[in-house]
């Protein structure tokens, strides 16, 4: 009684604090909008022309700092080969796992966790042993995980129904027909995920091309999530809006646009068991996966120039060139190297590699979605009936994917600041559009849409919150559209060329996850380590 | 006509006489009230409040004669500043009661200040009328007044004032009264005051000051615990982390973390001593004590029994707890002072991050939190925890953690026992009666399983024998949990789980 006499007491405080407000300027939030330096990105599209100010000589050149960039450089590094430059054109090295640290608490700009690593990636499992992920193995050789690292219970929970349920799949107040459904659908999911095709490949595997090439699961990427849903009954509003969900989470595309496969294999590609933990555990920590990047970095360090914008690679009859603008001094450098690892997305390397049937190739085919990060630094939260504040909060129906609270995996009782980490895939319309939209669109603007949303689970945020950072990300990740995982469009863009150029990305595996972009890194190493003369000596 | 209008204005002065004297006895009594509440012993509170209030009205009384010119407008300014120090002291002494040491001073100041200000008002009141009415009837007509408001005061305040208002309000509302008296009389005399419009603003403008407190006071009324607790709250302030609320009545004084009881006066010694005493008199060579949580430093009052020890070093989250334990009086009488002693080191941080980045060992940790109620209490349980928690236990050592009921919740308790033997810790578990609390249950870590169990007792002791201590070790059938209990991890929280189930039964009682 007393609580809710409370509760109301502030809701009413709230109501009329808006109604004052709405005669009083709105009020400045603090913040700025970061992005993936589209400006000096954007130089490359628009075509760089300047004078050489410097050459170097290294037998092999990286472009690109991300996920896959960095594991590239650690396996060469691993191997012995220390002969490298990794070139990065953000101050710091890490692509979509970049994160941001305030006086809370280290806190994700993009990718924030990994699921539970399937057991049979061996190079994967080993890397997270070297950083403390796995601690051991137990008698069954299942991976021991650190708990440090595992996400804090509670981890999940979706406000629906005017309350928070625990968990993001729909079950308060959702009728016994739908629930049905749900339980349908996800025990169809159970199936794929332990399917082998006739290849005694697993149907859906990671990485992507592991997988069985069975025509009756390649027949998946044919169609879209939402047509495969249609044909096989899964009419259920709440199971659509689940599944619609998990698409724009893994993959910034809607389930009316992602390819069946794709969908599928976001619930049938978990595998993974650990000693202390299940398939759809998820590790992860203040700084996103932002840990992982320092842990690939750890022993390439040194061999990592950021600040660098890649322009230009040119194939020579004797080894290649590459040439890259220094954005500190706006000065350009070249370097003559034998082999080269591209590990960025496909619309840059066609840009750097002035190859316009791949442009035009790339153009037409490959659709980058834009993302919006936001965080959110608050002092206090209004918080609506039933679970309490959990790692990740989700609300029914939203446009966005909700909020991760980055000070959860934090050891300390109480952390008295929060930060929430909002995420929003820009799906709406095409993605170009989507993203000159979203590069028109103020700190201001911004803030209103966040605030306009989260206001409706937790009223009053807007006089609370006290600093919101925008990360826009122009070119999030490329969506895995029907065609894109089994067509012949990837196998052609990842191609080697003249066996010194080598491509390594996420977009080229067709899903972007860690395990994708990590496994890319490595191929492309490994290519140069089997196949170059160095390894040969 | 000119004699009635003399009598309106004679009759409107006694009628002021008559206010005023209710009103000062009315914040004399608050006083009287309020510092009993406060600090106990109410014979003395009010016997030296009475005492320094008469001597202080007797000041006032001596320091009339320095008023010569515009009595009037000095009388009317008088009666506005009673309005103000009166009618705010109640407010005033319940939020500096927690600057603790000046707590006496500014009592004694406020109640020094509205006695000689009183004590002003009837001389004066007698110089202004003593043209107007003959010296006979103005001393028979003025005492008459004060005497017979003195009464009603005196009746009204414990059988409506205390029960209605509350103590806050009723100090306010004499304020009110007082000031409107000011306001009436500057209004009346307007003609013969100089600064009439002056004085009748600066009426307005407190008058609506007490108004808001009034009101405000009344809506912090609403969630204010008062209504929460069955004793009379004497301490109460919200920290960053937590609700600090401190109650007394004649028998003993409580104190709440968050609604949650930690303590009572009666029988703390009975849970501090079987906390402490298992384990450290079972250590051979005790030097060093940790204490985790216990910023009551009741824990410590216990370890300062053993002379061995040099170092206490105490961590507890909240920088308010451990100040109000180290500065009131009265809770300092509680913990003995031990938070002042010198062995003692007190480290206001999180104990996990403490604990993460410590790299020293201990012969006895103490660790005191609060029950696993909520997730982030929760953390403080886990196996992570218990990990660096045996890192800080030095060979030989021993710790001992305080581990809810095992009577109200068994599975709670015996998950707290396996949780802590997963960690790779021995543990042996006990409990003992604590009337405030029930049953009540402890479990020792420790790294090693030999040990003089219990060789080092020390002698002065309210609870703890050689029979109690045998007898605490014994469980009944009903503290046992009679199923295989989860490991609480940060990643399952399974103890906060059994908790709430366990605990919920008690809940709606």
Known sequence: MQRRTFIQTALYTVAIGRLLGSCKPVKKIPGKILGASAKIGHLLRDGYKGEVRSVIQKKIVIIGGGVSGLSAARELTRNGISDFILLDLEEKAGGNAAYGVNNSSAYPLGAHYIPTPNNDLKEYLQFLQECNVIIGYDDQNLPQYNELYLCFDSQERLFINGRWQEGLIPHYGVPSTDIEQLNRFLRLMDNFRNQKGTDEKDAFAIPVCNSSKDEIFTALDEITMSEWMDKNGFNSEYLRWYVNYCCRDDFGTTYQKASAWAGIHYFAGRKGKGANAHHSDVITWPEGNGFLVNALKQKTGSNIQCDALAVKIKSLDEGLVVEYLDTKTNTLHRIEAEQCIVAVPQFVAARLLQDDKRKKLVHEKCKYVPWLVANLQLPSLYEGKGVELSWDNVIYNSNSLGYVDATHQLLQQNTLVKNLTYYLPLTNGDCSSARKDASNKTHAQWCELVLADLEKVHPGIRESVKEINIMLWGHAMMQPLPGIIHGNLLPQLAASINERIHFAHADIAGISIFEEAFYQGIAAARKIIQHSPISNT | ?509
């Not at chain 2, 004669?65 to 009673?82: G, M, P, Q, S, T």
């Not at chain 2, 302030?237 to 609604?259: A, C, D, H, M, W």
């Not at chain 2, 985790?292 to 920088?319: F, Q």
């Open chain 2, 1 to 509: 006509m000119m004699q009635r209008k003399e009598n309106g204005a004679q009759w409107l002065l006694l009628t002021a006489v008559f206010v005023i004297a209710t009103c000062g006895l009315i914040y004399e009594l608050v006083a009287g009230t309020l510092a009993s509440y406060l600090l106990g012993d109410s014979v003395t509170q009010f016997s030296t409040i009475i005492g320094v209030y008469l001597f202080s009205m007797g000041i006032g009384s001596f320091l009339s004669r320095y008023f010569d010119k515009n009595l009037l407008a000095w009388f009317i300014k008088i009666e506005l500043l009673v309005g103000v120090i009166g009618g705010f002291s109640a407010a005033i002494l319940f939020v500096t009661f927690p600057m603790a040491a000046s707590f006496r001073v500014i009592l004694y100041a406020l109640v020094t200040l509205t006695g000689i200000l009183v004590g002003l008002e009837i001389p004066l009141l007698m110089r202004i009328l003593q043209n107007k009415v003959e010296f006979k009837e103005l001393v028979s007509r003025v005492f008459t007044f004060d005497y017979i408001g003195a009464l009603l005061a005196s009746l009204i305040f414990p059988l409506l004032l205390v029960p209605h208002l509350g103590l806050i309000r009723t100090s306010l509302f004499f304020g009110i009264m007082n000031v409107a008296v000011g306001w009436y009389l500057a209004n009346h005399f307007k003609k013969e005051l100089k600064q009439a419009a002056i004085l009748k603003f600066s009426a307005i403008i407190i008058l609506l000051l007490e108004l808001v407190a009034f009101v405000f006071s009344e809506n912090i009324m609403n969630y204010s615990e008062t209504m929460n607790y069955n004793d009379k709250v004497v301490y109460a302030v919200s920290t960053p982390y937590q609700r600090i609320v401190i109650t007394r009545n004649k028998r003993e004084l409580r104190l709440f973390l968050n609604g949650n009881l930690q303590f009572s006066s009666a029988d703390e010694y009975r849970y501090h001593e079987a906390l402490v005493h298992p384990a450290l008199s079972s250590v051979s060579n005790l030097k060093s004590v940790l204490v985790l949580g216990g910023g009551d430093g009741l824990a410590v009052r216990e370890i300062l029994k053993y002379k061995s020890v040099e170092k206490i070093i105490l961590v507890d989250l909240d920088p308010a707890m451990t100040k109000i334990f180290s500065s009131q009086e009265m809770l300092r009488k509680i913990n003995n002072n031990s938070l002042l002693n010198k062995k003692c080191t007190i480290e206001n941080t999180d104990a996990f991050t403490w604990l993460k980045t410590n790299k020293e060992k201990f012969d006895a940790v103490v660790v005191d939190f609060p029950d696993p109620s909520n997730f982030s209490i929760g953390k403080l349980y886990s196996t992570i925890f218990y990990q660096l928690l045996k890192k800080a236990i030095a060979t030989g050592g021993i710790a001992v953690i305080q581990s809810t009921s095992p009577y109200v919740a068994p599975k709670s308790f015996w998950c707290i026992d396996t949780t802590i033997q997963s960690s790779g810790l021995y543990t042996k578990a006990y409990h003992n009666m604590v009337p405030s609390f029930g049953e009540w249950g402890y479990i020792m870590a420790m790294p090693e399983t030999e040990h003089h169990w219990f060789s080092k007792l020390p002698g002065d002791m309210k609870f703890i024998n050689a029979g109690t201590m045998q007898q605490m070790f014994v469980f009944p059938e009903d503290m046992k949990a009679h199923e295989p209990l989860k490991i609480n991890k940060l990643n399952n929280q399974a103890l906060v789980n059994y908790f709430e189930e366990e605990w919920d039964k008690y809940q709606d009682m």
